[in-house]
C-alpha cells in the first residue's frame, strides 16, 4: 500500500515539476496553531541551529467526522434500529480515511517549497506526511522560528510559539508537530526519565480482620462481598465463550501472581490460587519483579477486582511498554496493537508523542521488535485508569486521540476511563491560569483543568462514589470523601447530543456557584464523569500482605466487570456486546441511584456538589446491576 502511495506521488511530482515554483512562504500563510507563551517551568535558551535534523509531521484531516454523532447513534442509542449493529474495520477505514486531494495537495506544496520528493513519504493510511528535514527548512515550509526551551531539571527540547500554513492548505491539516508542544517526550535534545501520568490511587497498610468476607464494615473497608451486595452483583459468574474483558497497565506498572493468591484466598469464595489474567505484552510489556505499591499498586488492584467479580469468565491483561522509561508507550501504542487499523489510522507510531520501536537493545529492558500492529484482538470491554491533563497537548492531538475511541465504540468496543482523583483540578492538584498556563502543584487558585480521557465524549467516564461514614451496603452512596473524584467540564469538547438535555436540566435547576473566569459554563460543552461506582478503601494484596486502596482508579474495573457480566448474558441469548454505552446510560436514568450528598475540590474551592439528577461530582449517579441489566437485556 505504501509503495502503492509513493509511486503515485512520483507521477505526480512529473507531472508537476515544469509548473513548481521553489521559493518563501506566501501572503497567503496563515497561522495555524499558536501560543501564548511558554508552560510554566519552560524557559527559552537559545535559537535552534539551522542544521539541526527534525522529522515534521503532518497530520491530515480526516474525512465524514463532522457525521461520528450520526454513526454512533445509529449503532449505540437504544431506540435505533441498527443498534449492536457493529461496523467492520473496513467500513472505518474507507468512511474516515483523508481525501486523495489532502494528500496530492500537501505533497504539491511541499514540493514548491523545494523538499525533495525522495524526503516525503506518506502513511499507508493517508493520514499523515512525513517530512525528513531541518530547523532551516523547517522554518521556511512553516513561517515560524524555532528555539530551545529548557525545563527545571535540565530537559532540553525544540519548539516554536506558532506556526503557519498557507491558507488553501489549512483545510486539509489537522496539526503539524512537532511545533508547539512542550512535553517531556516530545523533541527533546537532552534525555531523562519520565514518570507516567498514572491516577495513582492513595493506600494504607491494614491488618486483615477475622471475617473477611462479612458486610458489617464495607463503609471502611471494600472487598468483592461489599460490592457484589452494594450493586447486586451475582454471587457467581459464567465463562461465555466470545465474552471477553481487558485491562490495560503501563509500565513501569505490573502485577505479582503471589499477591493475587494472597488476595483470592482471603477475599473471594470461588477463585482459585494461580488464577492469571492471559497476558498481552505489547511493545515489550513486561512484569517487574520490583515490590512495593509503586510498581505493584495500579495493576494487583485493577486484576483483584476484575478478576474476582467476573470469575471464571478470563480477564486480558494489555501490557503496555518496555523498561525505557524516556520514551514511554503511549495510548496510542496500545491502540495500534489491538487493532491493525489504528496503525492505519495513525500512519504507525508518532515519534513525536508515542514510543518509537525498536529501542537501542543496549538500554535496560528494551523491546527491539518491531512496533506491534494489531498484534491482539481488541476485548468487548477495556478498562483503563491512566490520563493526563486535557490542556497538556495540542487540542488537534488530542481531538484526534478521543476520534480514535469514537471509531472503537462504533466497532462494539466499550471504553472505560476513570474521571480522576484531583477534583476539578488537574493531575498533581495544578490549576489554570488565564492563559491556559498550568499553575505550581496543589495551587489554590486557578481555572478548573478537566482529565482526558476523561472529557472525551466518546468513553464512559467513571466518577467516584462511597458508602456514608459508618453506613451500612443498603445506605445510599454519596460522593467519594476520602479524595476528590475528578469532574467538570471540558475545555475542548463539544456537548454530546445524548447529553445535551441532561446538562440544561442541570443548569436550569443548580447553580453551581462559579462564572466563567472559574470553568467552561458554556452549557455546550462535555460534562463528565457519566457514572459513579465505590472508590474508598479498597483491600488488595501487595507485597504479601494487604492495603488498602482509593481513587476512581478502583471504580473503572468494577463498573468494566458489571459491563462484562451482561455482554455474557447478552451472548448467551444470541445477542451481541453493547458497545458504546452512554447513549443508553442517558436515555435510562433510571438505572440509577442518584448520589445527592457530598462534593469534590480543588483550586481553592470545593469543586462541584451533587444534586438531584446528573451533576459533575458524581454524574448520573451509582448504577444498579439488575436495573443496569434489564435495560442493556432488552436491546436488540
Not at 60 to 80: G, I, R, T
Not at 81 to 106: C, H, L, M, Y
Not at 534 to 543: H, L, P, V, Y
Request: aromatic share 10%.
Amino acid at each position: 500500500m505504501l509503495n502503492m502511495i509513493r509511486e503515485t506521488l512520483l507521477l505526480l511530482a512529473a507531472l508537476l515539476c515544469p509548473y513548481l515554483a521553489f521559493g518563501q512562504p506566501t501572503s497567503d500563510y496563515e497561522i495555524h496553531e499558536k501560543r501564548s507563551n511558554a508552560p510554566v517551568h519552560w524557559t527559552k535558551i537559545s535559537e535552534a541551529s539551522g542544521d539541526s535534523p527534525i522529522d515534521l509531521r503532518f497530520a491530515l484531516k480526516q474525512s465524514n467526522l463532522e457525521n461520528a454523532e450520526k454513526y454512533m447513534h445509529e449503532v449505540s442509542h437504544p431506540e435505533s434500529k441498527n443498534f449492536g449493529r457493529f461496523w467492520t474495520p473496513q467500513e472505518v477505514i474507507s468512511t474516515f480515511a483523508p481525501s486523495q486531494e489532502a494528500v496530492s495537495d500537501t505533497v504539491q506544496w511541499l514540493l514548491r517549497m523545494g523538499v525533495p520528493l525522495k524526503r516525503i513519504t506518506p502513511s499507508a493510511g493517508r493520514n499523515w506526511i512525513r517530512v525528513e528535514s531541518n530547523i532551516a527548512e523547517a522554518e521556511k515550509i512553516l513561517d515560524t522560528t524555532y528555539s530551545v526551551y529548557q525545563d527545571d531539571e535540565g530537559t532540553a527540547l525544540i519548539a516554536c510559539e506558532s506556526y503557519s500554513i498557507p491558507a488553501t492548505i489549512r483545510q486539509h491539516i489537522d496539526f503539524v508537530s512537532p511545533t508547539i508542544q512542550f512535553d517531556p517526550s516530545i523533541g527533546t535534545t537532552t534525555k531523562r526519565a519520565i514518570k507516567r501520568e498514572a491516577m495513582r490511587p492513595k493506600f494504607k497498610t491494614i491488618t486483615m480482620g477475622s471475617e473477611p468476607l462479612s458486610l458489617h464494615n464495607c463503609s471502611q473497608l471494600t472487598t468483592p462481598s461489599c460490592l457484589r451486595a452494594i450493586y447486586g452483583i451475582p454471587e457467581t459468574g459464567e465463562a461465555v465463550d466470545g465474552n471477553s474483558y481487558g485491562v490495560v497497565e503501563f509500565a513501569p506498572q505490573s502485577y505479582n501472581q503471589v499477591d493475587l493468591n494472597g488476595f483470592f484466598s482471603t477475599y473471594t469464595r470461588n477463585v482459585p490460587n494461580d488464577t492469571a489474567p492471559i497476558f498481552n505484552g505489547i511493545d515489550g510489556g513486561y512484569l517487574s519483579d520490583e515490590t512495593g505499591s509503586g510498581t505493584r499498586g495500579e495493576s494487583n488492584l485493577d486484576l483483584c477486582y476484575a478478576m474476582s467479580l467476573v470469575h471464571p469468565q478470563n480477564v486480558t491483561l494489555y501490557q503496555v511498554g518496555d523498561g525505557v522509561f524516556f520514551n514511554p508507550a503511549t495510548n496510542n501504542n496500545f491502540l495500534d496493537a489491538i487493532d491493525g487499523t489504528y496503525c492505519t489510522f495513525e500512519g504507525g507510531d508518532d515519534p513525536v508523542w508515542d514510543g518509537i520501536y525498536p529501542h537501542d537493545a543496549s538500554l535496560p529492558n528494551a523491546y527491539t521488535g518491531e512496533p506491534m500492529c494489531g498484534t491482539y484482538n481488541a476485548t468487548h470491554v477495556i478498562s483503563v485508569s491512566y490520563g493526563r491533563n486535557e490542556g497538556d497537548r495540542p487540542a488537534s492531538y488530542t481531538s484526534r486521540e478521543c476520534m480514535e475511541y469514537m471509531k472503537l465504540g462504533l466497532m462494539g468496543v466499550t471504553m472505560l476511563f476513570s474521571s480522576g482523583d484531583t477534583g476539578v483540578a488537574g493531575l498533581s492538584g495544578r490549576c489554570l491560569l488565564d492563559n491556559g498556563v498550568p499553575t505550581p502543584v496543589g495551587a489554590s487558585y486557578g481555572r478548573f483543568n478537566p482529565l482526558f480521557p476523561a472529557s472525551c465524549p466518546w468513553i464512559t467516564s467513571v466518577g467516584g462514589s462511597a458508602l456514608p461514614a459508618n453506613g451500612s451496603v443498603r445506605s445510599r452512596p454519596v460522593v467519594a470523601y476520602e479524595f476528590s473524584p475528578g469532574g467538570g467540564f471540558s475545555n475542548l469538547f463539544a456537548l454530546p447530543d445524548y447529553q445535551a438535555s441532561t446538562i440544561a436540566s442541570y443548569y436550569a435547576t443548580h447553580d453551581p456557584g462559579y462564572n466563567a473566569s472559574r470553568y467552561n459554563n458554556s452549557q455546550a460543552v462535555r460534562g463528565f464523569p457519566d457514572v459513579a461506582v465505590a472508590s474508598q478503601d479498597f483491600i488488595t494484596g501487595i507485597d504479601g500482605g494487604f492495603q488498602a486502596f482509593t481513587g476512581t482508579s478502583a471504580a473503572a474495573p468494577t463498573f468494566g466487570a458489571m459491563i462484562t457480566l451482561i455482554n455474557g448474558e447478552r451472548i448467551k441469548a444470541g445477542k451481541g456486546p453493547v458497545g458504546f454505552l452512554n447513549q443508553v446510560l442517558y436515555a435510562h436514568p433510571e438505572i440509577f441511584d442518584d448520589i445527592i450528598e457530598g462534593h469534590q475540590s480543588g483550586c481553592g474551592t470545593e469543586g462541584f456538589h451533587a444534586v438531584g439528577g446528573w451533576d459533575p461530582a458524581s454524574g448520573l449517579g451509582s448504577p444498579k446491576f439488575m436495573r443496569l441489566k434489564e435495560v442493556l437485556m432488552s436491546l436488540p
